[in-house]
């Protein structure tokens, strides 16, 4: 089992910045990745970014290049999205989430909404 619990979103202008982080527990060496999503109103969920658990390898949707940072430290079971330059497209409940070595199996935060006015 792997806990996630998210914080740090809040309401901020277009072009701000917010921290996302997301405290995670349990078994997380048998983790293969971790990552946030997000699900804007009337939209489907889309990975934002993720970062695999052995090399640190990490991918960002196309939307979010350059402004994203995701990142992970092991010391403070903590992983983080560093997100500037907001947009009002930003706008969603953001999600962390873990994927388990093998099944696939994905554990899931309670989610954290973001707002970004225009």
């Known amino acids: 089992q792997v806990q996630l619990v998210e914080s740090g979103g809040g309401l901020v202008q277009t072009g701000g910045s917010l921290r996302l982080s997301c405290a995670f527990s349990?078994?997380?060496?048998?983790?293969?990745?971790m990552g946030w999503y997000r699900r804007a109103p009337g939209k489907e969920r889309e990975l934002v970014a993720s970062i695999r658990s052995d090399d640190g390898i990490a991918y960002y949707a196309d939307s979010v290049k350059g402004r994203f940072t995701i990142s992970r430290d092991n010391a403070k079971s903590t992983l983080f999205l560093q997100m500037n330059s907001l947009k009002p497209e930003d706008t969603a409940m953001y999600y962390c989430a873990a994927r388990a070595k093998g099944s696939g199996y994905m554990y899931w935060g309670q989610g954290t909404q973001v707002t970004v006015s225009s």
């Open positions: 349990g078994s997380i060496f048998s983790i293969h990745a």
